[in-house]
């Protein structure tokens, strides 16, 4: 049996809001589908003052590359500001999912 690495066993929590162009560009989809490839739980959804608020969960260094990608956003999309508040997990997430 293989023990897991310091990093692996270390479960950390954001908070995120993201400003700037982020809201009918993708955000959402490009968020949830870097969540599941780097596994990832929460969700993402659009707020109504403009920004993108994400909750997630995981692996201290698989949410630091999350947030890599969060801080690039996709294509068409211009990340302004990320607010990132670490908080200790729940343990209540499954999976990553867009809420409407």
Do not use: C
Request: no cysteine; net charge positive; aromatic share 10%.
């Amino acid at each position: 049996m293989t023990k897991k690495s310091d990093q692996e066993k270390e479960k950390k929590a954001i908070h995120v809001i993201v400003d700037g162009r982020v809201q009918g560009v993708g955000f959402r989809h490009f968020t949830r589908n870097n969540a599941h490839r780097l596994g990832v739980h929460g969700w993402v959804r659009n707020r109504d003052d403009g920004t993108v608020e994400i909750q997630a969960e995981g692996a201290q260094y698989r949410l630091k590359q999350f947030l890599k990608q969060v801080r690039k956003g996709p294509t068409h999309s211009w990340v302004q500001d990320v607010d990132v508040e670490w908080e200790e997990p729940q343990g209540e997430s499954y999976g990553f999912h867009v809420r409407y």
